[in-house]
């Protein structure tokens, strides 16, 4: 089992539409959370950061179950632009290791 | 934007070859990191560092080698390059913060012939 699970996608949407991510880590050490965006052939590029109070970015908002190790990524008005592959990734503690996930693809369509 | 550069972008070398990819940062960080990632495929890693004079291997295999004699400098060297290292190579860096993003160079797309 990955250490950071995504749903495998690709998530094909509409323009306007609400599409939620998820994603699950097995370390309980873990202890920071992102969401990056990766357009296709492009670096990784931090999108938002995980707080465990949840945290909103405009159309954007990420959550953070600690509990259940479950980290979500809310994106509502979809816009085309949003299409690219998004990545889960942990910050692990104890020698700090910074773990992606495999990504999941979003393609919005007009 | 990020203050991380990799050279080249683009590679086309022939088998037997050996190569390095460089890789520097500017923003003073301790950690820094190689990823190895296929078309369409997720992000491995294949190495990194603490700070100067730290290297360690990641969690996918890989015959390449790396140094960090300087903080800023962390490149990557394959001493017979062959097909099957035909991928891209991105670059990254972070603060030993846990709660600080990683920065990634543009990558090294490389095609071994």
């Known amino acids: 089992r990955k250490e950071v699970e995504q749903d495998p996608g690709p998530f094909n949407v509409p323009e306007g539409a609400t599409v939620a991510f998820n994603c699950t880590y097995s370390?309980?050490?873990?202890?920071?959370f992102f969401w990056y965006r990766q357009d296709c052939r492009k670096e990784p590029k931090l999108l938002m950061s995980v707080y465990s109070s949840g945290n909103e970015d405009g159309r954007f908002t990420a959550q953070l179950n600690r509990a259940s190790q479950y980290i979500s990524l809310l994106i509502r008005d979809s816009k085309l632009s949003d299409s690219a592959t998004y990545l889960c990734?942990?910050?692990?503690?104890?020698?700090?290791?910074?773990?992606f996930g495999a990504g999941t693809r979003l393609f919005v369509k007009a | 934007e990020a203050d991380i550069y990799q050279t080249p972008r683009y590679l086309v070398i022939g088998t037997g070859k050996k190569i390095t990819l460089e890789c520097s940062q500017t923003?003073?960080?301790?950690?820094m990191y190689w990823y190895q990632q296929d078309p369409g495929m997720e992000l491995h890693l294949i190495h990194y560092?603490?700070?100067?004079?730290?290297?360690e291997k990641g969690d996918l295999s890989s015959e390449s080698t790396v140094s960090r004699i300087r903080t800023e400098h962390f490149p990557l060297t394959l001493e017979s390059a062959r097909p099957s290292h035909t991928s891209q190579y991105l670059c990254?860096?972070?603060?030993?913060?846990?709660?600080?993003?990683?920065?990634f160079g543009q990558g090294t797309r490389l095609t071994v012939v």
């Open positions: 990734v942990v910050n692990r503690g104890g020698g700090f290791k910074t773990i």
């Open positions: 560092s603490y700070g100067v004079n730290s290297t």
């Open positions: 923003m003073g960080h301790d950690k």
């Open positions: 370390n309980s050490a873990s202890q920071s």
């Open positions: 990254a860096s972070s603060t030993q913060t846990v709660n600080t993003e990683a920065f």
